[in-house]
């Protein structure tokens, strides 16, 4: 993040980029009303490294930023770890919808986040010791389904 406002953050790679696209990525990154409820909304100056955002603020304004720049190939490494699982599947849900032509690959050990993924690939220890889907990996069983029934009992303990 720069010591610029939010809508130059988002734009940095186009700086010449129409607000109606910054709007289109920072919704698909699910930061747009949030942004509209800062005090200058897209003007609002986020401070050196994005300070006045909050973690999960400064990851949705970075991918905005990717997003804008309308790759082929978007890697997501651990992108939305400090994005709760509702916004992390949402935002993956938009990004399933827009992709079209973009394939999406994204690391990550939120796995209700990552169930929704057409393909998903377990690694141990540096090794892919599963691939399917969701389902697909849950009727294998393996380390996939006791990752993802570690995570859930988890997540009902909470």
């Given amino acids: 993040m720069f010591s610029s406002t939010i809508r130059d953050n988002i734009r940095?790679?186009?700086?010449?980029?129409?607000q109606s696209r910054i709007e289109s990525a920072a919704k698909q990154a699910q930061i747009h009303p949030e942004i509209l409820n800062f005090p200058r909304q897209y003007d609002t100056l986020v401070g050196e490294r994005g300070i006045t955002l909050s973690g999960g603020q400064r990851q949705?304004?970075?991918?905005a930023r990717a997003l804008l720049v309308d790759a082929p190939i978007l890697i997501l490494d651990?992108?939305?770890?400090?994005?709760?699982?509702?916004?992390?599947?949402?935002?993956?849900?938009?990004?399933?919808?827009?992709a079209g032509r973009k394939t999406v690959i994204f690391i990550s050990h939120q796995m209700s986040a990552a169930a929704t993924?057409?393909?998903?690939?377990?690694?141990?220890?540096?090794r892919i010791v599963q691939?399917?889907?969701?389902?697909?990996?849950m009727a294998q069983g393996g380390?996939?389904?006791?990752?993802?029934?570690?995570?859930q009992l988890e997540a009902s303990l909470r």
């Fill in 60 to 63: 949705r304004t970075a991918l």
């Fill in 78 to 98: 651990d992108a939305l770890s400090s994005v709760d699982n509702q916004t992390a599947t949402r935002i993956l849900a938009e990004l399933s919808q827009g």
């Fill in 12 to 18: 940095y790679s186009q700086p010449q980029q129409e």
């Fill in 117 to 126: 993924a057409d393909v998903i690939l377990v690694m141990d220890r540096g």
């Fill in 143 to 151: 380390l996939y389904r006791s990752l993802w029934e570690r995570q």
């Fill in 131 to 137: 691939s399917g889907s969701h389902g697909e990996l």
